[in-house]
């Protein structure tokens, strides 16, 4: 099955983009009453397939020309995707009332383009998400802060996670907890970068996620030990009077279809069994992404923190994220284990957020009731 699904969902997906392709093309011939179809869908697709290009190419190169055209190439296929939708709108409504094709169709652009630049300006900004947690067997409030994909790189660098450690220090947790898609392309590994990590004045704990597997996990790794950033592979620690756990980012187990697959032998199946946790001890589990919940809560884990689906970025994939994730933001029960899911302090692939906002999570650990 999980072969299956990766064939399937990549071929469906590619199907989609050749249809909208051909239905923008011949929408925009039709309203603007254009002769050459076949030329504005060549030219549309060229567009497309050059934006996809410089988006891919932006993950292993360093280059500050290479970052604005990835930056600007997302911009671009969100413009066509809201043109797209908007066409759709104005195809239905066109159906019922005669609208002036030319003026209708010229709406549908400039409002594609105003949602676009909105979307860009909404993620150049984060937000601090407060929560209070109860957990058992804690004997006193834990203040910690909560950070995920940052995705330094194009789309953002040093001075966004500045920002970040200058917040966080203002908030003043008893450590914090970065976990995972710190960074997302070579761009973050130049130097000077990562050193606002030395900001932060509370000890962090940092597990890796996927993007970082995508550049060079052992290169991304040093670099991040060395500014005293406490790195947990697979391991635990006891700090604050909590049981900390932090896993590399892997599958839930080896039967599980993950779109994001982890080449990690290990499982959090496999991996949890193995790390035999303190029982009736306040525990905390980092993850990068919110799978495998059932191996966790078994554990014995309390509190899992995740992060990863960004809670799908953009309208609409917001909504259709909520189909792909069991959790896919914010707080949750999943049996006797708390779930918290962060909307994600950076961007990826796309610079732009509607629907959704960058955050950290500031979250206050109490005891029990």
């Known amino acids: 099955?999980?072969?299956?699904?990766?064939?399937?969902?990549?071929?469906?997906?590619?199907?989609?983009?050749?249809?909208?392709?051909?239905?923008?093309?011949?929408?925009?011939?039709?309203?603007?009453?254009?002769?050459?179809?076949?030329?504005?869908?060549?030219?549309?697709?060229?567009?497309?397939?050059?934006?996809?290009?410089a988006i891919v190419a932006g993950v292993k190169s360093a280059s500050k020309l290479v970052g604005h055209l990835n930056v600007l190439s997302g911009y671009f296929i969100m413009l066509y995707v809201y043109t797209l939708f908007l066409l759709i709108i104005q195809h239905a409504v066109?159906?019922?009332?005669?609208?002036?094709?030319?003026?209708?169709?010229?709406?549908?652009?400039?409002?594609?383009?105003?949602?676009?630049?909105?979307?860009?300006?909404?993620?150049?900004?984060?937000?601090?998400?407060?929560?209070?947690?109860r957990i058992p067997w804690l004997k006193k409030e834990v203040n910690v802060m909560h950070i995920s994909d940052v995705h330094l790189g194009h789309h953002n660098s040093r001075d966004y996670l500045s920002k970040i450690a200058k917040e966080t220090n203002h908030r003043k947790p008893d450590f914090v907890i970065i976990n995972g898609d710190l960074v997302d392309s070579n761009a973050a590994l130049l130097p000077?970068?990562?050193?606002?990590?030395?900001d932060f004045k509370a000890p962090i704990y940092y597990v890796g996620g996927n993007h970082e597997k995508y550049i060079d996990n052992e290169r991304v790794l040093k670099l991040i030990r060395q500014q005293g950033v406490r790195i947990l592979h697979n391991e635990?620690?006891?700090?604050?009077?909590?049981?900390?756990?932090?896993?590399?980012?892997?599958?839930?187990?080896?039967?599980?279809?993950?779109?994001?697959?982890s080449d990690h032998s290990q499982t959090i199946k496999s991996t949890l069994s193995d790390l035999r946790l303190k029982k009736n001890t306040p525990t905390v589990l980092m993850h990068h992404s919110p799978v495998?919940?059932?191996?966790?809560?078994?554990?014995?884990?309390?509190?899992?923190?995740?992060?990863?689906?960004?809670?799908?970025?953009?309208?609409?994939f917001n909504l259709l994220n909520e189909l792909v994730f069991n959790y896919n933001k914010g707080l949750?029960?999943?049996?006797?284990?708390?779930?918290?899911?962060?909307?994600?302090?950076?961007?990826?692939?796309?610079?732009?957020?509607?629907?959704?906002?960058?955050?950290?999570?500031?979250?206050?650990?109490?005891?029990?009731?």
Do not use: C
């Not at 049996?335 to 906002?357: E, F, N, P, Q």
């Open 236 to 261: 635990v620690v006891e700090t604050h009077g909590l049981q900390l756990v932090g896993l590399d980012y892997m599958n839930a187990d080896e039967n599980t279809f993950d779109m994001h697959a």
């Open 332 to 369: 949750h029960q999943h049996g006797k284990t708390k779930i918290l899911v962060s909307s994600g302090a950076g961007t990826y692939m796309l610079r732009i957020r509607l629907g959704t906002s960058n955050e950290i999570n500031m979250l206050r650990l109490l005891p029990s009731k």
């Open 94 to 133: 066109q159906l019922i009332w005669d609208l002036p094709a030319t003026l209708s169709a010229s709406v549908v652009l400039v409002l594609a383009f105003i949602v676009t630049v909105t979307g860009a300006i909404r993620a150049s900004t984060f937000r601090v998400d407060e929560r209070k947690i």
């Open 192 to 198: 000077g970068v990562l050193d606002p990590l030395s």
């Open 292 to 316: 495998g919940l059932q191996y966790a809560e078994a554990a014995g884990a309390n509190l899992i923190l995740s992060g990863h689906t960004h809670a799908g970025q953009v309208f609409p």
């Open 1 to 53: 099955m999980k072969k299956l699904l990766g064939v399937v969902i990549p071929i469906t997906m590619l199907a989609f983009v050749a249809l909208s392709l051909w239905y923008v093309s011949s929408r925009l011939s039709i309203l603007f009453d254009l002769s050459s179809l076949w030329l504005i869908f060549i030219v549309v697709t060229l567009a497309i397939a050059g934006t996809a290009t």
